[in-house]
């Protein structure tokens, strides 16, 4: 079914008009919000944005300060004004909260191309609560590209890094037939500002792994691509510093990925069906998961090598949640958030709320398909839901404990793994006594319990805390 698209207006803070446009389908499941680059305008994406709604998604976009239409109608293209850059991320976070408002409950995801990722970098150190993900097109390592730029810079001047070009716009795609739809444009081909560009690169301070950890949360999820023969990130040589600051920063779910061959624009806006697939995996955090009931069977009760799959799970079921919960932070702790340790196949949650109910939080994760287990201990201070999800063809069990931030579930868990990651003779105690409880009556909770409780003990000599 096609989309409808929309035209309107809204009005920042400085009274800078801000023009938007929506594409929308029926039922969306989530919000794509698209942050074009320099020298465009946002109707260059309308193919992606139709290709996103019939995938289930209602789009937003708007009009960088300087670039679209009105822009052009009031002879200031390439200006952003008296707030820079700033005000263009500030424009971002308006568009954010409207379409918020407009569709209640549905997550958000930022896609921001070249210089729209460049607003995203500084919109996610302000406004990322906004956001259940984020994504970064075309991007680069800001203090390396803006170290590298020359004094009147100008878009052209990217071709340098490419032989044999065909128009002064080659380094954008090998795509000719995008190149030559880019210089016809009228509303595309200027560079910003001398005063804009400046504004660009006024606080790099803020893009640094320690400012980010302070100001982004660990569990947002981050996926970052570009093309090999791309010149804004040097052929991706600054491409990858920006995705090691993510994860030095303590984000625990950046994925990259660098294509080969391809130059700046890797959406391929004008060809739906290749807009299609990428589509579908920029919207990928947000697809529906299926939750089983937890599976009680002597087969989830061996004790197992360490797998990978158990991160794997792990994120899945953190992009399923914060998809549709918001306010919430999943933390993997347990055996199989431990690599290399042996366990039972059982992926253990803090689901940290804002809640100040737990019980209502709980309620939430059952409306999710979580569900209780009558033979857990079920109380007001440690309420809990469980669930099992295939993964490459296997079942795991979920085990969610609700909690707030600071609670002793999430510390005191985060305190053991620490203890069992450093201490390997630790490690192996606490191994030897599964085995033991595994031989003695792999059904039992209670025996696996009284087993572990020695080793317990020890780990919890090591941080001066009783967990018993």
């Known amino acids: 079914m096609p989309s409808t698209e929309t035209h309107f207006e809204l009005t920042a803070n400085d009274g800078h008009p801000v023009e938007a446009h929506r594409w929308q389908g029926t039922a969306p499941r989530a919000i794509v919000q698209l942050a074009h680059g320099m020298g465009e305008h946002s109707l260059r994406y309308r193919p992606l944005a139709d290709a996103l709604t019939q995938a289930g998604y209602v789009v937003y976009a708007n009009e960088h300060r300087g670039h679209g239409p009105g822009a052009a109608a009031r002879d200031e293209l390439g200006e952003f004004g008296p707030r820079g850059f700033a005000g263009l991320v500030d424009d971002m976070a308006l568009l954010s909260r409207h379409a918020r408002a407009e569709h209640p409950g549905l997550p958000l995801v930022l896609v921001g191309h070249s210089m729209g990722s460049f607003a ?41 890094a490419l032989p044999d070009v065909r128009t002064p716009f080659d380094w954008l795609s090998r795509d000719p037939a995008q190149v030559d739809a880019y210089i016809a444009d009228p509303l595309c081909g200027f560079t910003v500002s001398a005063e ?51 994860r030095d920063a303590g984000l625990r779910d950046v994925s990259c990925h660098v294509f080969g061959g391809a130059r700046h624009e890797t959406l391929e806006r004008n060809q739906p069906r290749r807009g299609r697939g990428r589509a579908a995996g920029l919207a990928r ?29 792990f994120a899945q079921v953190q992009r399923h949640v914060q998809a ?25 949650i803090a689901a940290i709320t804002q809640r100040e109910n737990l019980r209502t939080a709980q309620s939430e994760f059952e409306a999710l398909g979580f ?34 931030r600071g609670d002793p579930v999430h510390v005191d868990s985060l305190a053991f793994m620490e203890v069992l990651d450093r201490r390997p003779d630790l490690r192996q105690k606490y191994e030897e006594a599964k085995d033991r409880a595994h031989g003695i009556d792999p059904a039992d909770p209670q025996v696996y319990n009284r087993e572990k409780e020695a080793v317990i003990r020890e780990i919890q000599a090591q941080v001066g805390q009783d967990w018993l």
């Not at 061996?302 to 991160?311: G, R």
């Not at 549709?324 to 253990?348: C, F, N, W, Y």
């Open 324 to 348: 549709q919960l918001e306010g919430v932070e999943l933390v993997h702790i347990g055996s199989t958030a431990i690599v290399g340790l042996r366990g039972k196949p059982m992926v253990d």
């Open 371 to 404: 569900h209780r287990r009558p033979v857990w201990v079920d109380t007001d201070e440690k309420p809990y839901v469980c669930a099992s999800v295939l993964h490459g063809g296997r079942r795991f069990n979920l085990n969610l404990h609700i909690c707030h």
């Open 120 to 160: 995203t970098q500084y919109y996610l150190m302000r406004h990322s609560e906004l956001l259940s993900g984020a994504v970064l097109s075309g991007t680069t390592a800001l203090d390396l590209l803006g170290g590298a730029l020359q004094s009147g810079f100008r878009l052209e001047d990217m071709n340098a």
């Open 196 to 246: 804009g560009m400046g504004s660009m690169f006024a606080s790099l301070d803020e893009l640094t792994p320690g400012a980010m950890q302070t100001r982004i949360r660990p569990a947002l999820p981050l996926y970052l691509f570009t093309g090999d023969q791309d010149p804004v990130s040097n052929k991706a040589e600054w491409f990858y510093p920006l995705v090691q600051r993510y």
């Open 285 to 313: 955090a947000h697809r529906a998961m299926k939750l089983l009931a937890f599976d009680e069977s002597l087969d989830q009760r061996h004790i197992l090598p360490y797998d990978p799959a158990y991160a794997e799970v």
